[in-house]
């Protein structure tokens, strides 16, 4: 019952939405699949007479997101995820706020270092926060309406 909600959530959402849904669910199902895929590899291992043993690998993942990381198992390389393995490094990595806002938003060369952010910086910050904050609510207000019909 809460799939088949869940599920015709996420299909609305994302015919209203089909950026904000590309980027939530379908590039995190590819992003999982990979690295799920990657982890579930056989561990190589000298004593075994094959050479590896099977891995065992337990995830937890959002409801949402098991029908894309089924239908995305075997189809994500490398080369498909490497973009989001860059931004992933930059939002999950031990910089401080200020170091990733820096590193996000401005490009080095090897031999400039980052410029202090800029007003249009700061506006895009801001704008995606507000975006992000707005989407929850707007995100509310559909799971109500569908709630009360």
Not at 110 to 121: I, Y
């Amino acid at each position: 019952m809460e799939r088949d909600i869940l599920e015709k959530l996420l299909l609305e959402m994302s015919d209203q939405y089909p950026e904000l849904s590309r980027v939530f669910i379908d590039e995190r199902d590819e992003y999982l699949a990979y690295s799920l895929r990657k982890c579930a590899q056989p561990i190589p291992i000298e004593t075994n007479s094959t050479g590896f043993i099977p891995s065992t690998v337990v995830a937890v993942v959002g409801i949402g997101h098991v029908k894309g990381i089924v239908q995305q198992w075997n189809q994500p390389t490398i080369q498909d995820v490497q973009h989001l393995l860059q931004m992933y490094s930059l939002l999950f990595s031990t910089q401080t706020k200020k170091e990733k806002r820096k590193s996000f938003f401005f490009f080095r060369s090897n031999d400039e270092k980052a410029k202090s952010p800029s007003k249009f910086s700061s506006y895009a910050s801001f704008s995606i926060k507000l975006a992000c904050f707005g989407l929850v609510i707007g995100g509310l207000i559909q799971l109500a309406r569908y709630r009360l019909r």
